[in-house]
């Protein structure tokens, strides 16, 4: 056990908010996660940096904006050099290890250009964004150019699972009532048992990895972060029995939609509303068939996470880890007239974000919820604080969460940002967008939301008045909307202009540059007399210190 608190921080991939039974879901039920918020805070306004895996990812292992880390969308490798958590922590001697997905794609070409061994210590580290990889699995079939075979894949044929795809033949399948093996992939099969045991399923299995990873770090001594990083609820949309039927149409909440949006809508909206995911999810029969198997999924989560937490107090783990539990985007599910994610209405940009820290500095805020405006970067910072690591403001572009979790004045934010690059999606074709010009921004102030479509009208939701978001006031000529959106777009414009990139310059560098008569460069003086007058010193010493000696 070591003085300063090991972090545990569950991510669950594609995880709406709103469905949480400690979020309001009327339906749904998850007890655990309610139990977590309750010996911590829950924090009801958290947004990620962009709504899609790959680079709300890459902004939550940087702490940084993708504008900044540079990954935009899925496949777009984090350029090396770019700072890690896990490199933060290494310098205090903390260890960073992921169990489960990261969606993190190396970039090869750069190591190589650096000569960096990608089987090195260091390489591997570069290649798996900063983490010592105890167990990776992005939940891709070995099929994938992108991960191939998989440890669990491993585990599934050594527990008598053997196929040349057992990932996709038991964990995601299942057997339609004629007995014929059939693909989680296609959603009529999403309410069928899938072809695993519970126990042997992908959340069952990270749930053991990181229970055996904890295991060895209470031998190994360091402190730690585990990051475990589940897979679901994310697609394929099938969960294994008793999990299958628990839930049916009548558990299916009304979509959040209405006729205005379809009919002469916005024309980026319109061109995702066409495409083939959200014209499918848009019918009720797709919702009603589906979206039981998406809150199986959950509880399914959550029952693992009663029992990772129940083995952690046994262990006596709880009593110095600090755990949060959040989601790297939503799931439109048919809201909006939209599927899986992609834009930045609150059912796809906005997660749940439950932070418990033991230590009993957060005695005061346990149980309590936060209307503060959160990002996905500011749990870099918050983590880092809590393992030892100085501040990195040049680095780090979140802000740490401790005063909110300590109930102590020192966190503030007006606006979040969020930023999606859809030139790799079907939108840009459809909409005759060229890839260098197919890019978006999101900024919200906490009533209302603006977004930037490059080369279109821009979007404007007033959450206040319509929480829905089904009214785009983008292009309202009334004075109230115009002061708006002018306002917000200037601090977006504000916000684009920082320096997103100068990360070598600590501010004592910076402050070393201001004085540059130090290290005996005179500019703009007249004569002695001014530059002593200046500089508060004699000139005679300067000269008299002379050139510096040869080496």
């Not at 989601?327 to 906005?350: E, I, P, R």
């Not at 780090?396 to 979040?416: N, Q």
Request: hydrophobic content about 35%.
């Amino acid at each position: 056990m070591t003085n300063r608190p090991n972090v545990l921080w569950i991510m669950a991939d594609q995880l709406r908010f709103d469905y949480l039974s400690c979020y309001g879901h009327p339906h749904l039920h998850t007890p655990n996660i309610d139990a977590l918020a309750a010996r911590g805070v829950k924090f009801t306004n958290t947004y990620v940096q962009s709504p899609v895996c790959g680079p709300s990812r890459m902004s939550a292992y940087t702490g940084r904006y993708v504008r900044s880390h540079g990954a935009t969308w899925n496949g777009v490798p984090l350029r090396v050099g770019e700072p890690t958590l896990g490199e933060h922590l290494s310098e205090v001697g903390a260890r960073a290890v992921l169990v489960g997905k990261t969606h993190m794609v190396a970039d090869r070409p750069g190591m190589a250009r650096l000569g960096i061994d990608p089987n090195s210590d260091i390489g591997i580290k570069v290649a798996q964004c900063g983490f010592e990889p105890f167990d990776r699995d992005d939940g891709l079939h070995p099929n994938s150019h992108r991960q191939g075979w998989s440890a669990y894949d491993d585990y599934l044929v050594s527990h008598g699972f053997e196929s040349d795809n057992p990932w996709e033949d038991f964990a995601n399948s299942g057997y339609d009532k004629d007995g014929n093996l059939v693909s989680g992939w296609l959603l009529e099969n999403s309410h069928l048992e899938a072809n695993i045991p519970e126990e042997h399923s992908e959340t069952a299995y990270m749930t053991n990895r990181a229970m055996e990873f904890m295991e060895g770090a209470m031998e190994d001594g360091r402190p730690w972060l585990c990051h475990l990083s589940y897979i679901k609820p994310h697609w394929p949309y099938i969960v294994p029995a008793p999990y299958h039927d628990m839930y049916g149409p009548e558990h299916v909440v009304d979509p959040i939609r209405s006729d205005a949006e379809r009919q002469g809508g916005h024309p980026f909206l319109a061109a995702h509303q066409d495409i083939r995911v959200s014209r499918c999810f848009s019918r009720d029969q797709v919702r009603e068939h589906v979206i039981p198997a998406y809150m199986g999924l959950i509880k399914q989560l959550d029952d693992n996470l009663g029992r990772l937490f129940k083995w952690m107090d046994d262990k006596g783990l709880s009593e110095n880890t600090i755990i949060a539990f959040t989601s790297d985007h939503g799931d439109y599910l048919g809201d909006h007239w939209l599927g899986d994610k992609d834009f930045y209405h609150d059912v796809a940009a906005k997660v749940p974000l439950i932070i418990a820290d033991p230590r009993p500095q957060a005695d005061g805020t346990r149980g309590t919820e936060s209307a503060a405006l959160i990002e996905m970067i500011d749990l870099a910072p918050t983590f880092m604080n809590a393992l030892g690591c100085a501040p990195k403001p040049q680095v780090i572009e979140g802000r740490d969460l401790t005063p909110l979790l300590h109930g102590t004045d020192g966190f503030y934010r007006r606006y979040v940002i969020s930023e999606y690059d859809y030139s790799g999606f079907e939108m840009a074709t459809a909409l005759n967008v060229e890839q260098q010009d197919a890019f978006s921004k999101m900024i919200f102030d906490g009533r209302w939301k603006y977004v930037h479509l490059n080369g279109f009208d821009p979007v404007l939701f007033d959450l206040e008045t319509d929480p829905d978001e089904v009214q785009d006031f983008g292009t309202s000529d009334a004075p109230e909307h115009v002061a708006v959106r002018a306002r917000l777009k200037d601090a977006m414009f504000t916000w684009s202009m920082r320096h997103h990139t100068r990360v070598t310059v600590t501010q004592d560098v910076a402050e070393s540059l201001k004085v540059a008569t130090e290290t005996g460069i005179l500019i703009g003086f007249w004569d002695e007399a001014e530059y002593e007058a200046d500089a508060g010193k004699a000139f005679s010493s300067l000269v008299a210190a002379g050139p510096p000696a040869r080496p």
